[in-house]
């Protein structure tokens, strides 16, 4: 048998094997939103804990989010009034008021954790 012959002969099993080949799935991962970026809803629901620490200087929006009693509108306070350099800044520049500020300061930081 020729060698033409023999190439011939695997040319329709190869096409065969090659279109029943699973195609790998493409990725749906979602473009991250910026920090800065005003938020008109809610991001997906994080469950609110009294027990979470957050960097008001780099925390996300959703991440300030899950601090309870902090919404989307405190949320995006807080942001806005970045960078602080203590946290009584967070009531000076209209973040917080002193009582939320009260409620919350347990809950937030200045440094990296």
């Known amino acids: 048998m020729s060698l033409q012959k023999v ?8 096409v065969i094997l090659l279109s029943c080949a699973p195609v790998p799935a493409q990725s749906t991962i979602p473009a991250p939103v910026p920090a800065t970026a005003p938020l ?3 991001p997906k629901k994080l469950p609110k804990s ?3 620490v957050v960097n008001v ?3 996300t929006l959703a991440e300030l ?3 309870k009693g902090i919404g989307a509108a405190t949320a995006n306070k ?9 946290l009584d800044e967070l009531t000076s520049k209209n973040a917080l008021s002193a009582k939320q500020f009260e409620k919350f300061k347990a809950q937030l930081s200045i440094r990296a954790l």
């Open 57 to 59: 200087n780099t925390a």
């Open 50 to 52: 009294t027990t979470v």
């Open 65 to 67: 989010q899950q601090v």
């Open 7 to 14: 190439l011939a002969s695997l040319t329709l099993p190869l």
């Open 40 to 42: 008109t809803k809610s």
């Open 78 to 86: 807080i942001v806005a009034g970045r960078p602080y350099k203590s």
